[in-house]
């Protein structure tokens, strides 16, 4: 962080005297370069694209790109806990980091699709009301009711595969993944079936 200059000139207003000078801003992401470290370490498991077509990766495509940054940070820090993503995660520099995340935020996002009429109805019920009776947060309150998310705090999680989001629940839920305190509290509340119920309302949304 800058400080304060320690000198003012006199003529100079207490408030002006302690107001520490604007922070340089972030030099512009290179989307070149973010697709070049993207093509070369990301797209065999999330598609050229973004939009991954295996069902246990995610869809990266027109994600938050501060999301995406602060995920590849826990994964190269070990906040959270994937082998193969702290691989690759430690080869990138911020600036990798930075360039891919951006390069992907740019990326058409290809819609998803609910499977499972059953529960589908359950899920958007825990979805946009939450489960009250338990004091589990509807998810629409922090990822918009169309799933679009709220840019550098709550991810995107429209058209994710099904698949993804179950796992990422029920590790919330079990302790597996330990870096969002939030999210651990609220999956800890739900049961089997209703992960899943949400998963695919969650895919299906647009």
Known sequence: MVLAAVFAAPSFSSHA?????????????????????????????????????????????????????KQLHDFKDGKRNNPIMKGFASALSDEDMRNISYWL????????????????????????????????????????PNGAGIPSQYPRLSGQHADYTTTQLVEFRDGKRKNNAQMTGVAAKMNDREIRAVADYIAGLR
């Open 105 to 144: 935020t740019s990326q058409k996002p290809k819609p998803g699709f609910a499977k499972d009429k059953e529960l589908v109805q359950l899920g958007e019920r825990i979805f946009r009301g939450g489960i009250p009776d338990r004091q589990v947060a509807a998810c629409a309150g922090c990822h918009s």
């Open 17 to 69: 005297a302690d107001a520490a000078p604007a922070a340089p801003a972030a030099a512009k992401p290179d989307l070149v370069k973010g697709e070049q470290g993207y093509t070369a370490v990301c797209a065999a498991c999330h598609g050229a694209d973004g939009n991954s077509a295996i069902a246990a990766n995610p869809k990266l495509a027109h994600q938050h790109p501060e999301y995406l940054v």
